[in-house]
């Protein structure tokens, strides 16, 4: 309990300092991510990335659906948070990395992995620019394999015409219990 308070201590604290970096001021229901988690084929995704962890509301529940031979990557930009979660989570399947989506390619060459089962963003897209947008999107569906699904949650429908650019299959879902209620996209190459 402790750990969970400190948790959303932190969490609230960067949300006022960076509001438009974490777009929310509480993290995820566990309704949110239980239903974007069950998009993921757990049975053979042997590397998922993980952007904007947090304080690891997705993190923890993707390590532990995971397999015992898979590797998860969570790329965060906030110190704290790597700080955070480097110290909340001791799963040697777990690789942390302190940066920007934008390096997805990047932190994949680091460990010797050629392409993600899946990406998971917490992401929030509708408060970044256009361009950077736009770039973490393709760098997202280049990360992918050719069976990989990015799945990303937004508080809003403004992401959606973006994702058409980028994946040719997407399925949109409505999570009303969370604060703010969200959509899930749930997205193919």
Not at 18 to 46: C, E
């Amino acid at each position: 309990m402790r750990r969970h308070n400190q948790a959303r201590l932190l969490f609230a604290r960067n949300f006022f300092r960076h509001p438009k970096v974490l777009g929310s001021l509480v993290p995820s229901s566990r309704f949110l991510v239980d239903q974007l988690l069950r998009n993921v084929d757990w049975d053979s995704a042997r590397l998922v990335v993980e952007y904007g962890p947090g304080v690891g509301t997705f993190t923890g529940e993707i390590l532990a659906r995971m397999r015992p031979d898979a590797r998860l990557i969570a790329i965060e930009l906030n110190d704290d948070f790597v700080e955070f979660l480097e110290a909340k989570f001791t799963d040697p399947r777990l690789h942390v990395f302190r940066g920007s989506a934008l390096e997805v390619d990047s932190f994949l060459r680091v460990l010797a992995l050629a392409h993600a089962d899946a990406i998971v963003s917490g992401i929030p897209f509708s408060t970044i620019s256009v361009e950077v947008r736009d770039r973490i999107l393709n760098k997202t569906s280049e990360a992918l394999g050719p069976r990989g699904h990015f799945l990303a949650y937004q508080f809003s429908r403004a992401l959606l015409p973006h994702l058409r650019e980028n994946f040719r299959e997407i399925r949109e879902e409505f999570v009303p219990l969370n604060i703010l209620p969200a959509r899930i996209y749930c997205c193919r190459k």
